[in-house]
C-alpha cells in the first residue's frame, strides 16, 4: 500500500499508510479465491462477511461492499487500520500458504473509506434501514466505557431497538481509539465519524460521566437501565518497579501518549499541552503501544530512540508492520537488553540507565523463550527520557464500587464467554475482562455480549 516516505513523515502526523486507489483494491479483490468453506471469517472476531464484501469489491459495486461489512463491523474504518489481521483473518486465507494473502485489512479500510467519502449518505441510510425494521424494546441499556468494546455492544443492542445509554469518563469518545493510538496511524477524525455514524441509530453518548465517581453501577440500575454492560479497559499503567522511576522525564506510555493525542500535544503551541520528548529516548517494551510512543517521540523532535527489550525482535508482540514502520523511521532497537535502575542527575532529572544485557533460555508459560541475564553484562545508557510501555491494568474505580462484582487475580472482572459477570444482569468485556488485549478482541467481546444481554432481557 502506498505512504508516506520515512524521511518526509517523521516531521509530521499525517497518517502513514494512504491507502488503495480503486483500481488496486479491485485487482486485489480479485484475488479471492471465494472459498466454499471461508477460513478468513473464522479469524475475525466481529464474523464480518469477508468473502461477501470482497466479492462486491471485485465487482466495483463499492456501496454493497460498505453494506455487507457494516452488517457485522460497526467500526470498519478504524478496524482496516489498527486490527491485527495477519494473525487473525488474514493467516486463515488459503492464498497465504504459497503466496501473500488476500489484504483483507486494507480492503476494509479501501470500503469504509470509500463509503465515508460518500459524505455519509450511505450510512445515514444503512442506519435508517437497520433501525426502522426493528420494533423499540422499551428497555433501557447502559454502557460504561465509550472504547471499542462499549461501542460495538452499543450499536448490536440499538439495531435489536434498545433504548442505549453510554457513559464515557473522558470529555470525547472512543477510549483507547483517542487518546492512546497516534494520528498518523488512526486520524481521530476517522473515529469520530464512525462514532457519528453510531450515534445515528440513536446511541446516546454521555462524556465527562466517570463511573464509580460520577455514578455507580447500583444507581443505574435503580435509574431503570435493565442490563449493564462494563467496557471500561485497561487504563492503568505498569511500571517495572526498578529504582528511580519518579524522576523528571520517565514516563507511562499513556500519560505520553494522551497528552500528544488527545489533547493534542503534537500541534503545540496551536494546542496548550506541551509535551517534552526530550533528546535521547528511551522506550521500555516492544507491543504497539511501545512503538506507537517511540515513533511519536521521534515526531516530537526527539534526536535518537529506542526500543529496549528484554527478549530478540522475533519475540516482539507489536505487529510486523508497526515494527517495519519503526525500523524505517529510524527507531533503535536496543534488544537483549533490560534497565535495572533509572539514573537521575542533582537535579532530579534522568541522565540515563543502569542496564543488563540477556540471552535466551527455555520458553516460558507464555511459549516465548525466556530471557536470562548474563553476568556481569552491565553497562550505563545514556538517555535523557524514560518512556515505559509494559502494558496496562484494570482501571479499578468501577470494580471497587460495585459489590458483589467478582474478580480475577489481577483485578480484572471475572465473566464467562457471553460476558455474563458475577451480577445478574450485569455484563463486561474487552480489556476490563482479559487484561490489555487488541482493538478487534475488544470489540468481539462487546458482540458476544450483546447477543447475551439481549437473550437475558428476552426472558425476564
Not at 445509554?165 to 487518546?179: D, I, P, Q, W
Not at 494520528?183 to 481521530?188: I, M, N, V
Request: net charge negative; hydrophobic share 40%.
Amino acid at each position: 500500500m502506498p505512504c508516506q516516505a520515512p524521511e518526509e513523515r517523521i516531521r509530521n502526523f499525517r497518517e502513514v499508510a494512504l491507502g488503495y486507489t480503486e483500481e488496486q483494491a479491485v485487482l486485489e479483490a480479485q484475488r479471492c479465491l471465494q472459498c466454499k468453506k471461508p477460513k478468513c471469517r473464522d479469524g475475525c472476531p466481529v464474523e464480518v462477511l469477508i468473502p461477501e464484501f470482497i466479492q462486491a469489491v471485485a465487482e466495483r459495486n463499492f456501496a454493497e461492499a460498505a453494506a455487507q461489512l457494516k452488517e457485522k463491523n460497526a467500526l470498519p474504518a478504524v478496524c482496516g487500520r489498527v486490527c491485527p489481521q495477519e494473525s487473525q483473518c488474514e493467516s486463515k486465507c488459503i492464498i497465504g500458504i504459497k503466496s501473500e494473502p488476500v489484504a483483507i485489512g486494507r480492503l476494509e479500510r479501501f470500503v469504509a473509506d470509500w463509503e465515508m467519502a460518500q459524505e455519509g449518505q450511505m450510512a445515514k441510510e444503512k442506519c435508517t434501514s437497520a433501525t426502522s425494521t426493528v420494533s423499540p424494546k422499551g428497555k433501557k441499556v447502559a454502557i460504561i466505557g465509550a472504547g471499542p468494546a462499549g461501542l460495538t455492544c452499543a450499536a448490536d443492542m440499538a439495531r435489536l431497538g434498545y433504548d442505549v445509554t453510554v457513559f464515557e469518563a473522558l470529555h470525547v469518545a472512543g477510549g483507547v481509539l483517542m487518546y492512546g493510538i497516534p494520528e498518523f496511524r488512526l486520524p481521530k477524525a476517522i473515529v469520530e465519524k464512525e462514532i457519528n455514524t453510531l450515534c445515528q441509530l440513536g446511541v446516546n453518548v454521555q462524556v465527562n460521566m466517570v463511573g464509580g465517581k460520577t455514578f455507580t453501577v447500583e444507581e443505574l440500575q435503580q435509574k431503570g437501565y435493565e442490563a449493564i454492560f462494563i467496557g471500561t479497559g485497561a487504563g492503568l499503567p505498569n511500571f517495572m518497579g526498578i529504582p528511580g522511576e519518579n524522576f523528571c522525564g520517565v514516563f507511562a506510555a499513556n500519560e505520553f501518549l494522551t497528552r500528544t493525542n488527545l489533547m493534542k500535544g503534537y500541534d503545540f503551541p496551536n494546542a496548550l499541552t506541551p509535551v517534552r520528548a526530550g533528546s535521547k529516548v528511551a522506550v521500555l517494551g516492544a507491543g504497539n503501544v511501545a512503538m506507537d510512543a517511540a515513533r511519536t517521540a521521534l515526531r516530537l523532535g526527539a534526536e535518537e530512540v529506542s526500543i529496549v527489550y528484554r527478549r530478540s525482535e522475533k519475540e516482539m508482540p507489536a505487529r510486523a508492520e508497526e515494527i517495519e514502520h519503526a525500523h524505517e523511521e529510524g527507531v533503535q532497537f536496543k534488544v537483549l537488553t533490560n534497565p535495572v535502575e533509572i539514573v537521575g542527575d542533582e537535579q532530579g532529572w534522568v541522565k540515563g540507565m543502569r542496564c543488563l544485557r540477556y540471552e535466551l533460555g527455555e520458553p516460558d508459560e507464555s511459549g516465548r523463550r525466556r530471557p536470562v541475564a548474563i553476568d556481569g553484562s552491565e553497562f550505563f545508557m545514556e538517555v535523557d527520557t524514560v518512556i515505559v510501555a509494559i502494558g496496562q491494568g484494570p482501571n479499578p474505580l468501577v470494580t471497587q464500587s460495585t459489590p458483589g462484582l467478582e474478580l480475577n487475580r489481577k483485578g480484572t472482572i471475572y465473566a464467562d464467554e457471553e460476558g455474563r459477570t458475577s451480577l445478574e444482569g450485569v455484563f463486561a468485556g474487552g480489556d476490563i475482562v482479559t487484561g490489555a488485549a487488541t482493538v478487534i478482541l475488544a470489540m468481539g467481546a462487546g458482540k458476544k455480549a450483546a447477543r447475551a444481554m439481549d437473550q437475558y432481557l428476552q426472558s425476564k
